[in-house]
């Protein structure tokens, strides 16, 4: 206090000798940088010694007048001229201000200003962001290992700019560069700060958060930001035996005896068995109770193989495998030096035999690739079923018991499942199919009529009308012959030549056999016979004419003409005579007695035979032995007496004479 008081007076007498001879000059400027938190007030400090002009305050070089309540002298009058800034606003306030003092005496030319003081409002900034790929990461950030990623944090609107950490779990990560601030185009007095973090999957880091901290001065406690690593790795297996040791060999049906199996793996894998490297078939071992017990539970998964007791057979070395979906679909054919022309493969076989006749070409795929293989017939593609879908995931496919309606192209498809979606890659190479063996008729004519008979639909003087028929031979027919029970061969009736069926612009071993007949008439409806005889075997099938009159249709058009009212009464007089025309023709039948009664039984077993169309094997072996009869007419004598015994006693009733056969039409 004394010596405030000394110095005070020392100043007074200081003032005098000035007043004659010094300058007023600053005892105090504002300091160069200075913050204040928005809403709060502050100070700029300046005091000037010997004053005599008048403070003036300057904000980014432009005069600020005093305003109560915002603007205020600090401490009246006097050398003081420190500024009182009331609620501090980032708007009005936050900018360069400099102290100034006039001069005294214009005489003089002793006016201060001291240098420019930074004022700065604290904006707290918004919460901080994470972005990843330029959209906001809420969600975890999900790689697979060794994947790398740069994902952001974002700070907004703060001032000055937040300052940003990382934190991978507990431990704080340098960031992949300093931080960048740029002010915000919107708010040019407020900084957006970024700052990026290079992210590696590894599959220790499953589940760390990453977290993304700002400090900013206008808060002690950090703001954050966090997401959660999700890092898809490849299973580690791990098998336990229980008993733990074994000491002593099993003993076969006493000893229990259990194998567990613990994978890793993110997402949780499934566990398959193996014993001497081939998949364990639970359901097809019945000597052991094994028992499957998987559980789920984060990353680990869990299988048990029990044996209750042990037998045994069930001697072997025992593995465990998981697979789990982890990369993204990169079905790619391994092959390299592969050729612009598509592949294709050939196989020829015999009708009934069971092969593998075709293998997938590679493809590249995380979870491993499945096949899937596709028949491709007269433009419809079906995928079949393969009896090894389980090895190999169907590279390999088996057909069993082939059939001629396996001949034909063949494709595969390559497919994984990933996160439950399917994603799948068709390989360009092409299989195809050779079948050889006995004659088969196929696409029998029509839909079947009620009893099992193929029936075709004519109309009475119809210029020509076909009937046709398909069928496979190969080695090719020797003889393909239609017949029905007439006793001489009308020049209206004319066996075409045998149409090559082509599929895909694919010779097939396949023909249409086709009758035409001309001028069609009432009396030409009858069953039809075709006969197709190789080296290899025969077979047959009927085809049932009917005829319809077509001048009650031209009636009925007629009706509809004349009005809607006659509709009704007409549809009745239609089915009237639509019934009196059956018991009609029913009775020209009876008086022509030219049904070939034998081929109108033999049918039957036709029908049967495509009904169970998969026993083409034994199926092939009877037509053979069939074949041997040489002429038709005594292999359909045959087939009379055979019939004779099977026949129902609804059949005997109909059954007349047999009918005289012609000789085959050879086409
Ligand atoms: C960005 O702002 C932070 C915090 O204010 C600061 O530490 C950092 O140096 C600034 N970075 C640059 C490049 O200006
Ligand atoms: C156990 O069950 C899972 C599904 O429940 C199945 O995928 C797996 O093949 C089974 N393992 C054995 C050995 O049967
Ligand atoms: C899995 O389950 C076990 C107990 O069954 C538990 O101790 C463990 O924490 C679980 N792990 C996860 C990742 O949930
Ligand atoms: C492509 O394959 C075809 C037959 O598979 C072969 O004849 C041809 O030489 C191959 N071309 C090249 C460039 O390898």
């Known amino acids: 206090m004394k010596s405030t008081r000394f110095q005070s007076i020392v100043a007074i007498v200081f003032s005098i000798v000035v007043r004659i001879t010094g300058e007023q000059r600053f005892a105090e400027t504002p300091a160069l940088y200075q913050e204040v938190s928005s809403g709060d007030d502050v100070q700029l400090r300046c005091r000037v010694q010997d004053k005599r002009g008048q403070c003036i305050w300057q904000k980014d070089r432009k005069p600020v007048g005093m305003h109560p309540d915002k603007y205020e002298w600090a401490s009246g009058r006097g050398s003081d001229c420190t500024l009182l800034i009331r609620r501090a606003s980032l708007d009005f306030d936050d900018g360069y201000w400099e102290c100034q003092v006039t001069s005294g005496d214009f005489t003089r030319q002793d006016a201060l200003t001291s240098l420019p003081s930074r004022l700065l409002v604290r904006v707290k900034p918004r919460k901080p962001r994470l972005e990843y790929g330029g959209t906001?990461?809420?969600?975890?950030?999900?790689?697979?290992?060794?994947?790398?990623?740069?994902?952001?944090?974002?700070?907004?609107?703060?001032?000055?700019?937040?300052?940003?950490?990382?934190?991978?779990?507990?431990?704080?990560v340098e960031p992949l560069r300093e931080q960048t601030n740029a002010t915000e185009v919107d708010s040019p007095k407020t900084w957006a700060a970024h700052s990026l973090l290079r992210v590696r999957g590894q599959r220790e880091n499953h589940g760390l958060p990453i977290r993304c901290i700002t400090m900013h001065p206008s808060s002690i406690v950090p703001a954050s930001a966090e997401t959660r690593l999700d890092v898809h790795y490849s299973p580690e297996v791990r098998l336990e035996t229980k008993?733990?040791?074994?000491?002593?060999?099993?003993?076969?049906?006493?000893?229990?005896?259990?194998?567990?199996?613990?994978?890793?793996?993110?997402?949780?894998?499934?566990?398959?068995?193996?014993?001497d490297s081939a998949p364990i078939v639970v359901t097809s071992n019945v000597v052991a109770l094994m028992l499957n017990r998987t559980q789920q539970n984060g990353t680990m998964t869990g299988s048990e193989l029990r044996f209750e007791p042990v037998k045994r057979n069930d001697a072997g070395l025992y593995s465990c495998k998981a697979v789990n979906a982890i990369d993204g679909p990169k079905?790619?054919?391994?092959d390299p030096t592969r050729n612009d022309t598509v592949q294709k493969y050939e196989e020829t076989t015999l009708l009934g035999t069971s092969l593998e006749p075709f293998e997938c070409t590679d493809f590249e795929a995380n979870p491993p690739a499945q096949y899937r293989w596709i028949h491709v017939r007269g433009g419809i593609t079906e995928t079949i079923e393969n009896p090894l879908q389980t090895k190999d995931g169907g590279k390999r496919l088996r057909l069993e018991n082939v059939m001629w309606s396996d001949e034909g192209e063949y494709r595969c498809v390559a497919f994984n499942v990933i996160n439950g979606v399917r994603r799948e890659m068709p390989s360009e190479?092409?299989?195809?199919?050779?079948?050889?063996?006995?004659?088969?008729?196929?696409?029998?004519?029509?839909?079947?009529?009620?009893?099992?008979?193929?029936?075709?639909?004519?109309?009475?003087?119809?210029?020509?009308?076909?009937?046709?028929?398909?069928?496979?031979?190969?080695?090719?027919?020797?003889?393909?012959?239609?017949q029905w029970g007439s006793e001489s061969i009308h020049p209206k009736y004319e066996a075409l030549s045998l149409e090559h069926i082509n599929e895909d612009d694919m010779p097939t071993n396949c023909y249409w056999a086709k009758l035409v007949i001309k001028d069609l008439q009432i009396e030409d409806a009858r069953i039809y016979t075709l006969l197709v005889e190789s080296e290899k075997g025969r077979d047959s099938t009927n085809i049932k004419l009917i005829i319809r009159d077509p001048t009650e249709m031209r009636v009925i058009a007629a009706a509809a003409a004349v009005g809607l009212l006659f509709v009704l009464l007409l549809i009745s007089i239609a089915v009237y005579s639509g019934l009196r025309l059956k018991n009609r023709r029913y009775r020209r039948e009876e008086e022509e007695g030219s049904i070939a009664a034998d081929a109108f039984y033999s049918n039957t077993p036709t029908t049967d035979r495509q009904k169970n169309g998969n026993s083409s094997q034994s199926k092939g072996y009877a037509r053979k032995t069939n074949s041997d009869g040489g002429l038709a007419v005594t292999y359909d004598y045959d087939q009379i007496t055979k019939q004779m015994r099977a026949m129902s006693p609804e059949a005997l009733k109909v059954r007349r004479a047999p009918a005289v056969l012609q000789p085959p039409t050879i086409v």
């Open 429 to 482: 190479a092409r299989y195809v199919l050779h079948v050889t063996g006995p004659p088969e008729i196929q696409a029998r004519p029509s839909s079947s009529g009620g009893k099992g008979i193929y029936e075709s639909l004519g109309w009475a003087g119809e210029p020509e009308h076909t009937l046709k028929s398909r069928f496979c031979s190969r080695p090719p027919p020797r003889l393909v012959a239609w």
């Open 243 to 275: 008993p733990r040791l074994l000491v002593a060999a099993l003993e076969d049906s006493a000893s229990f005896m259990s194998l567990k199996c613990f994978a890793d793996g993110n997402p949780s894998g499934t566990i398959k068995w193996f014993k």
């Open 331 to 334: 079905l790619k054919p391994e």
């Open 136 to 172: 906001i990461l809420n969600s975890a950030l999900t790689l697979r290992e060794s994947q790398e990623a740069t994902i952001s944090c974002v700070s907004r609107y703060g001032n000055p700019p937040a300052l940003i950490k990382w934190y991978i779990g507990g431990d704080e």
